[in-house]
């Protein structure tokens, strides 16, 4: 059955899937959304035998209505295959009495990979389906992951160009060496004097201006989004929760039908949101525990019922969770809002004018699957050593958030369900951090001897994304004011 997208802002004109990837972000500003979350159609027995791209398939076909099985299988194939490192793409990993599950086996060791293999593949098909001539130009905003990821994925892919902005002072060494080295000829990097917020809001800002747009037009060119506003970002995460709980069931870990608990370190929300669809498709998931750092704009949300960013903004060791306006909530508020555009974008005009807003006590009560708590630096550092020390297992700063939140949990409720927690990094990437956790006498070492030593510590070889950027030269240099971004834009364009 057909599943159209609507925007969280209007229910006029709504898209089929492959206009909504094109799109990225809605005319209205709003974020697209299906009418109705699927059910699953295959039962965890029969997935349970499937390898991750079978997984992918029987998910993602339930999305993406007007792909036909051979185009989709064939963006399946291209993107799930000898870029991951492990055979299983996202192996489940048993630590200390939790699974956490890797996603971080792609080509640039981070959880983005997982969707960003595959949505250049979707774009360039969405693209001959709607018979679209002009140049596609990816604009994308990263806190550290996305950008990477998404350069990678983009690279000297036809048709389409990527520019990247990201925040010059706020992201780790390791995150900036890739992207700042990152080869394509279609591929640009900005970096801005600002944080991650200023650069999200600045794309879209040039999103939303309807004369760049005919401009663009005019000149062969159309904008879309590589964020994880874009559907074609938020479908595929959906799922790696499916594929963990059918594994779940296959090493006997779990009865089919027993509820699990969920585990996300979380800053744009997109993750999480990916494993509330999960939920809502069949997957039997009890709580959705939503981990934040010393950014705790979401913990404080799901704890009172207001969303202030009206506060300071904190660079942490967890930099891709350093952000204040969480723009996948939205599509979370539409639909406890029971998917009433209006309503919605009552809230997120409070949110934009005000940098505030309150959902009414009927809507929190449809947050009840939630549960939110945040880590501190300092407990954040303690988890990776606590963790190390008692497994050997080392994990990065993002997944420690996580790995903290739900300790926090635990004591809290005496909930002793099996739980997956999202390990969306390797420690690889954040190795000073990760490092300093361990042992403060690494603190003088430079970033590639950390990884080194990391790689002894651990008995993990160091990835070959971290050993490509060791002596790769920097071919992007660019950086300008938050205010600059559109030139920014029109000078890699030439127009």
Known sequence: MEILYNSTRSKENPVKASEAILKGLSEDGGL????????????????????????????????????????LKGCIARAYDDKFDREEIAPLVEADGAFYLELFHGATVAFKDMALSILPHLMTVSAKKNHVKNEIVILTATSGDTGKAALSGFADVEGTRIIVFYPKCGVSPIQEKQMVTQKGKNTYVVGIHGNFDDAQSGVKEIFGDKELAAYMDEKGFQFSSANSINIGRLVPQIVYYVYSYAKLLKQSVIRDGEKINVVVPTGNFGNILAAFYAKQMGVPIDKLICASNENKVLYDFLRTGTYDRNREFVLTSSPSMDILISSNLERLIYHIAGNDPEKNKDLMKKLSQGGVYTITEEMRGKLSGFYGNYASEEETAKTIRGLYDRTGYVIDTHTAVASCVYEKYKEETKDRKTAVIASTASPYKFTRSVMEAIDCEHAQMGDFELADRLSELSKVKVPKAIEEIRTAPVVHDHVCEKTEMKKMVMNFLKI
Do not use: G
């Open 32 to 71: 697209f959304v299906p009418e109705r979350i699927p059910a699953l159609d295959k039962n965890f027995t029969e997935l349970s035998e499937m390898t991750y791209a079978e997984t992918a398939y029987q998910v993602m076909k339930l999305y993406l209505t007007d792909f036909t099985e051979e185009e």
